[in-house]
């Protein structure tokens, strides 16, 4: 159903481009035909979302530029979650929130968590236990070792994105943790600083302990399905990878552009005159871009395979970076020297005191944003004039033609 392509020698076998929504939207009624008895409900459901987003079908409405009159018909997007147009204003502001709120001035470290192959099978079939287990135990396995007086001795604090596929969109379950550099004692008086500079936890011990805490957490809530897991699993060396990340801007712009997308944003593919279609990737053992020929029902199965279960949540906080952890987290902030994370009400009062050594305090109000096309002709920003919601059919232009070009008063 694939094959690896060759960088020369086959130019003349490129035939066009398309976007991925594009194939999604032109694949998906064959795909449903062939396959739709056969697939769960919830890549149904998502698939005919997907193919709706920004057309009639969802509403729309219409807006006027009031410099050179000219018009702008914007459709609703669906606002899914997996969808590969949706997502990247949220994307955005999630970016700057986190930014504000969790980067500090020390380094970072990237630790990635991923399960043997042979667990996998099983994870697909129960997504939504699986993920929530790898989350705590990932999770607790970084801050009990964090926490080991022989190792850091210190609280630590997580920011972790669950991720489920490889660059080729193969089932591949992970989570990526950012973490700073150090942590709050066990007396919340002082920073903990690590003893070396490349160097947090030791990475042979967050594997082990995950795959114990994993193992125990299944063991007592689903025994049942325990069984049902090859013995090897729990033989072999889980992964752990923790690297370097600096001051953690390019991992935190890294795993925001996956939080309100899955798998994909809207790239460009290459169309093939055998009909298949180029999916370019990255090697990641080489780091040289690479490329892959698949048929384009392939390709949509391995999109639908790392859709979420339902109000599944991929981000999560833990230690001070969680939200009822606030109070430790403006203790850190004070010991390194940065503003309190503040809510509104607290900023009115915050602000008649004095702020001696404080930068300028930070809130924890997102940014909020209105869409407003620019005008194609002219750019100027454009205004909105009518609107129709989704099941009804929009008006024809010429019903609005009177609100486009106005007639000048007598």
């Known amino acids: 159903m694939s094959c690896p392509s060759h960088p020369r020698g086959d130019g003349e076998a490129v035939a066009g481009s398309i976007r991925f929504h594009e194939l999604l939207v032109a694949q998906a009624p064959e795909y449903l035909r062939r396959f739709g008895a056969q697939m769960p ?26 410099s050179c009159r000219g018009y702008h018909l914007g459709y609703h997007s669906c606002n899914d979650r997996h969808c590969p147009l949706c997502g990247q204003t949220d994307a955005e502001q999630w970016l700057e929130t986190q930014r504000r709120r969790l980067l500090l001035p020390v380094r970072y ?21 699986a993920y929530a287990l790898l989350f705590e135990a990932s999770s607790q396995a970084l801050q009990k070792l964090g926490g080991n007086p022989k190792r850091l001795g210190a609280q630590l604090a997580l920011l972790g994105v669950l991720h489920t596929w490889s660059r080729t969109l193969i089932y591949h379950p992970h989570i990526h943790y950012l973490v700073p550099a150090g942590g709050l004692s066990p007396d919340q008086r002082h ?12 990475e042979f011990a967050l594997g082990d302990r995950c795959r114990t805490l994993f193992r125990e957490k299944l ?78 029902n392939e390709l949509v199965r391995r999109f639908l395979e790392h859709l979420l279960p339902k109000q599944f949540s991929r981000v999560r906080w833990f230690g001070w970076f969680h939200p009822a952890g606030r109070a430790r987290l403006n203790r850190v902030r004070a010991l390194l020297q940065q503003a309190p994370v503040l809510t509104q009400e607290e900023q009115k009062v915050w602000l008649n005191q004095p702020t001696p050594n404080l930068a300028e305090e930070v809130s924890l109000e997102p940014p909020t944003t209105r869409y407003t096309p620019r005008c194609p002709r002219c750019g100027q920003a454009m205004e909105l004039l009518a609107r129709w919601r989704a099941g009804t059919q929009p008006p024809s232009l010429a019903s609005w033609r009177h609100l486009i070009h106005p007639r000048a008063p007598p």
């Not at 919830?42 to 009031?66: D, M, N, S, W, Y």
């Not at 991923?114 to 129960?126: D, F, G, I, N, Q």
């Not at 600083?193 to 936890?201: D, E, G, R």
């Open 191 to 202: 920073w903990v600083h690590p003893k070396y500079l490349k160097y947090l936890l030791n």
């Open 109 to 129: 470290f990237l630790v990635t968590f991923t399960v043997p192959e042979p667990l996998r099978r099983w994870m697909r079939s129960h997504p939504a236990l």
């Open 219 to 296: 063991q007592k809530r689903a025994p049942a399905w325990l069984a049902q897991i090859p013995a090897q699993v729990w033989k072999q060396r889980w992964v752990a990878d923790c690297r370097p990340a600096g001051s953690g801007q390019n991992a935190l712009r890294y795993l925001s552009r996956y939080v309100f997308k899955t798998a994909t944003g809207n790239r460009p593919l290459q169309t093939l005159r055998d009909g298949r279609v180029r999916w370019p990737y990255r090697d990641s053992r080489t780091g040289a871009p690479a490329r892959l020929d698949l048929e384009p």
């Open 41 to 66: 409900l919830r890549q149904r459901e998502v698939l005919q979302k997907i193919v709706r987003c920004r057309t009639p079908a969802l509403g729309g409405q219409l807006f006027r530029c009031p």
